[in-house]
């Protein structure tokens, strides 16, 4: 058998070894990714019929992620639709576990960029669910500051995704904010900022804009969009 043959039939059989170990790694990574959003699935599906008002929490589990200072949690929560109709969301919350600095704490309302369409693509079903969140959560801990949030409605949870309508994604965002006041550490907090980036810049510029009203009682301190959609609307 001639070098080159001998070399070719090497290479071929590397390529069929690193093949296989990409399929088998894939397999093995969707395998993994299913039986993660199997087992938090009866969290995500709401109670039937929806009772209450928006803003109310339904659940409440720990978000097995470790901030420094900071207990995180996975919600679930009331919102509104258009038609006046209630529904459940879903979201994220950081909660310093020291006492406020200052009275009333203050509160951060994060509203994530576009990250897809099928349930596991919400931020708080994740692998790292705060994956957006590291570049300045820590530093907002440290500050004694809360940061909610909002996975959107129709996102992780039944119905449809709203997305990039504004009077929806202002209705999941406020709402977020409502459900961090019935927290013991929420200091009776009443206003937040809004900070968000791509589908997040567009909710974070609307609900700066038009968050009284749908949540007249809550005050808009500030509004940071990093970035946005060039829409009309």
Request: glycine residues 10%.
């Amino acid at each position: 058998m001639g070098i080159l043959k001998s070399w070719a039939i090497g290479f071929l059989a590397l390529i069929t070894g690193l093949a296989l170990f990409v399929t088998v790694s894939v397999i093995s990574s969707n395998f993994d990714t299913e039986l993660t959003q199997n087992d938090l699935q009866p969290f995500y599906t709401p109670p039937s019929p929806l009772d209450g008002a928006a803003g109310d929490l339904l659940r409440v589990e720990s978000l097995g992620v470790d901030v420094d200072g900071a207990e995180s949690l996975r919600i679930l929560y009331l919102t509104e639709l258009d038609n006046g109709d209630l529904a459940a969301a879903s979201g994220m919350a950081f909660i310093p576990t020291a006492p406020a600095t200052s009275e009333p704490r203050s509160i951060v309302a994060w509203t994530h960029g576009t990250v897809g369409e099928g349930d596991a693509c919400a931020p708080s079903r994740q692998k790292d669910p705060a994956s957006q969140l590291t570049q300045f959560l820590p530093n907002m801990i440290q500050l004694g500051w809360a940061l909610v949030a909002t996975d959107y409605t129709g996102l992780g949870t039944p119905g449809v995704q709203a997305y990039l309508l504004k009077d929806q994604e202002i209705r999941d965002t406020v709402n977020s904010v409502r459900v961090f006041q019935q927290n013991p550490h929420a200091d009776d907090g009443s206003r937040y900022t809004v900070l968000g980036h791509s589908q997040g810049g567009h909710t974070a510029l609307w609900t700066g804009h038009l968050s009284k009203k749908f949540a007249p009682e809550l005050e808009v301190m500030r509004s940071w969009s990093l970035h946005y959609p060039n829409l009309p609307n």
